[in-house]
């Protein structure tokens, strides 16, 4: 995602490995090596660890005819795991591409030669259809020729692809460079000739076995979003000429980042590459239909947008969901505790004590087994698909936590609910009953807080994880205190109704999160509504079906609200 040498290690791993060769293919460990790579560039050094890690762990069971390459390959993972600077860290993980690469190449041999013989084959009759077109000095010859020289290309470029990722970003932009000029209000035939002299070139050293150096960059979907950024603000100051520069880098650094929305979103790869070059020789002519361009490159940015994974949780939404969840034990207990002061039992409320320090500790290790069981999960499975379907688990649980504190949202539910069970303990003098309502309230808290913090973990950086965590024991820490030392009466109820408000924020923000991302496995369609925007904070994605989600949670709040007033009255 981040960076062409990102793109280079992606795409050279990628695509060695086709689904037409009969031998080993190695294309889960290189979408674990592109995740380690991206998130080494983004500084994520958790992110990387688990990527590699999971790298190793698949690793482990490999075993290969070729001694020598399967070695360098353990070699460079080692060197990937024992490295301890962010600048080494993505050097050696770009070695483990390498290695790797040779390492499919070797066991599933391909004639490179061969495959340029046969590009040259099927390719260079329409290169000299074109030539031939150019020589009539006719537009519309040209044109015809030029849109089956560049269909042409996108049909047999693959192996341009496998074999030089630096010469096939040089032929894209050539090619592209061409249609601008050809698309311009006056198009200047010569410069379109120069151009496609200079595409003929880089063909034929690449027919040479010649390869082009990869430029390192800082390219990302934030880049082309950027650029199209420059040249909106450059066209709502009417400044065309800018406009066109920005969007003429685009098309130069496209290449470079392609992959990633191709793999995404290969309807919009084929606009982007179709479109971006009319744009730019639109911004040229003398009338400029300047509204018209500036839609069409807001539905661009809109749809690029989408594609990054940017929906990403903060400590804060860490922090409150252990905070509302602690919160609602610590009061729980107080509760239980007064009940016995007023019944003159105080001596029983040490078993509430012990039920609720055995609530926390099930809750803990039921934490432990979750996340052995979600880690299980994933090693055959798509992490990011298994992540949206747990988010959405997890967004209907909090719903129906909602609607549980939403009926406990008065004195008199919520008083009747302890009380009940309480006066049956104590009539009883069980202390098992007494432990046992303690100990079941704090581990029901101590499960809702699990399956929460499950819908989020993949999508939230560890140390802001610990963070939330951390902020709200300190606050906790402090409201236990004023709880059971200061004895603050504190209205119950309005806890609950400030709680519920929270819970269903935090829904929204994890359906439109998880819906998302199953949008981006391809797992549910995606339908953009381009006159919204993408406000990731809150999880709000302007596409229908995330739309219909959240749309959904508001009813089902509205309805249960409506329901409790008119059963109150």
Sequence with gaps: ?????????????????????????????????????????????????????????????????????????????????????QEEQINTIMQLSTALSRLEKLENPVDEEAERQDFETKYTPFMKQFEEALATD?????????????????????????????????????????????????????????????????IEQFLDGEDVAVEEGNYSLQTLIDLIDDALQSIENEKYDEASDALTEFIIVWPNIEMEVSTRNSSLYTKLESDLPILVSELTKDKVDADSIADRLSEFKTEIQLLQEDGDYTFWDSSLILLREGLEALLIIMVLVSFLKKSNQQHMARWIHVGAFLGVVLSAVAAVALSFIFHSLTVNTSREILEGYV????????????????????????????SKQMGQAI????????????????????????????GIVPSISMFDFILG????????????????????????????????????????????????????TNI????????????????????????????????????ITIYKKTKKH
């Design 427 to 454: 009539s009883k003098q069980s202390v098992f009953a007494m432990a046992t309502i303690s100990f079941l309230s704090v581990f029901r808290e101590g499960a809702e807080t699990i399956i929460f913090y499950v």
């Design 469 to 520: 965590i951390v902020l709200a024991l300190a606050i906790l820490a402090v409201v236990a205190i004023i709880l059971f030392k200061i004895s603050v009466r504190i209205q119950v109820h309005k806890f609950f109704f400030v709680a519920t408000i929270f819970i269903y924020m935090l829904a929204f923000k994890m359906i439109g999160s998880s819906i998302h991302t199953l949008q981006l």
């Design 138 to 202: 006719d537009l519309e010859t040209i044109l015809q020729a030029y849109n089956v020289l560049n269909g042409k290309w996108n049909q047999y470029e693959q192996p341009v692809r496998e074999q030089s990722v630096g010469m096939y970003g040089q032929i894209e932009t050539q090619l592209a460079f061409i249609r601008i000029t050809l698309a311009s209000e006056e198009p200047d035939l010569s410069l379109a000739a120069s151009q496609y002299a200079a595409f003929k070139k880089s």
């Design 1 to 85: 995602m981040k960076r062409f040498l990102q793109i280079c290690s992606f795409l050279v791993c990628m695509f060695v490995a086709l689904p037409a060769l009969a031998g080993t293919s190695y294309s889960s460990f290189y979408i674990s090596i592109s995740d380690a790579l991206i998130n080494a560039k983004q500084g994520n050094s958790e992110q990387t660890k688990e990527a590699i890690d999971e790298f190793a762990e698949n690793w482990a069971s490999v075993t290969s005819n070729q001694q020598e390459a399967k070695s360098k390959v353990d070699e460079a993972l080692n060197a990937v795991l024992e490295s301890s600077t």
């Design 524 to 559: 549910l369609p995606t339908t953009v509504i381009h006159e919204l925007p993408v406000i990731s904070q809150i999880g709000f994605y302007p596409t229908i079906e995330t739309i219909i989600g959240q749309f959904i949670l508001i009813l089902i709040y509205i309805g």
């Design 391 to 418: 988010g959405l688990i997890a967004a209907a649980m909090m719903i129906g936590v909602g609607g549980w504190l939403h009926n406990k949202s008065t004195v008199a539910s919520w008083n009747a609910s302890l």
